[in-house]
């Protein structure tokens, strides 16, 4: 479990092809890894909780399966690529954000880019089946980033990016076109099943 509070920016230094030719081993480094991750521990990269196959002072290995490559963005970076990383919430630590699981629902695409005083709106184009889990003034994560929703409608929703997270994450690279992971609120998704049920 994570909060969206991204930790710091890695830059991924290798994308492996595995002999499979359907999974990636990616090599992420950054200043936040320079602790020992242990084996087998989460990272959430842009969004995507990654397990920790490998560690060397300031950088790990990860495996991105199939199912990551077709619903994340992961698959379709390059070796130099900036990402957000977060470690695991622990027990006791505070939730900052709101509830990530780093299970990614699906891809958007950054429709528009509007300053506004010190802030940047941000507008983005998401599958309509996400969308219904948005609702203005819910949390979303973005490439791992917990934003509060200004808007929504059938399309799109928009964010506000304050200057912190404009220097603290890498969303203000991506520009216009530009696609980010998406995580819908889980408790929604919980809700909406079980009350599904009591409508039959």
Same mark, same amino acid.
């Given at each position: 479990?994570?909060?969206? +509070?991204?930790?710091?920016?890695?830059?991924?230094?290798?994308?492996? !092809?595995?002999?499979?030719?359907?999974?990636?081993?990616?090599?992420?480094?950054?200043?936040?890894?320079?602790?020992?991750?242990?084996?087998?521990?989460?990272?959430?990269?842009?969004?995507?909780?990654?397990?920790?196959?490998?560690?060397?002072?300031?950088?790990?290995?990860?495996?991105?399966?199939?199912?990551?490559?077709?619903?994340?963005t992961?698959?379709?970076?390059?070796?130099?690529?900036?990402?957000?990383?977060?470690?695991?919430?622990?027990?006791?630590?505070?939730?900052?954000?709101?509830?990530?699981?780093?299970?990614?629902?699906?891809v958007?695409? +950054?429709?528009?880019?509007? !300053?506004?005083?010190e802030?940047?709106?941000?507008?983005?184009?998401? !599958?309509?089946?996400?969308?219904?889990?948005? +609702?203005?003034?819910?949390?979303?994560?973005?490439?791992?980033?917990?934003?509060?929703?200004?808007?929504?409608?059938?399309?799109?929703?928009?964010?506000?990016? +304050?200057?912190?997270?404009q220097?603290?994450?890498?969303?203000?690279?991506?520009?216009?076109?530009?696609?980010?992971?998406?995580?819908?609120?889980?408790?929604g998704?919980?809700?909406?099943?079980?009350?599904?049920?009591?409508?039959?």
């Amino acid at each position: 479990m994570f909060t969206g +509070i991204v930790e710091d920016v890695g830059q991924i230094t290798q994308l492996e !092809p595995l002999p499979s030719e359907q999974a990636l081993r990616l090599t992420v480094r950054a200043h936040l890894l320079a602790d020992e991750q242990s084996l087998g521990a989460s990272l959430a990269v842009d969004g995507v909780c990654l397990t920790v196959t490998a560690w060397r002072a300031g950088e790990v290995d990860a495996i991105v399966g199939p199912e990551t490559i077709a619903r994340t963005t992961l698959g379709k970076l390059g070796e130099g690529a900036r990402v957000n990383l977060e470690r695991p919430l622990r027990v006791g630590d505070r939730l900052g954000g709101h509830m990530v699981a780093g299970h990614v629902d699906g891809v958007g695409r +950054i429709a528009s880019l509007q !300053p506004r005083a010190e802030a940047v709106d941000v507008v983005v184009q998401a !599958p309509g089946e996400l969308l219904r889990y948005v +609702i203005e003034k819910g949390s979303i994560a973005v490439d791992g980033i917990s934003l509060t929703v200004n808007a929504v409608d059938d399309a799109t929703f928009t964010v506000s990016l +304050i200057p912190h997270t404009q220097t603290a994450t890498t969303l203000s690279d991506k520009g216009l076109g530009g696609v980010v992971n998406l995580e819908v609120d889980l408790i929604g998704k919980y809700v909406e099943k079980l009350v599904g049920g009591y409508k039959k």
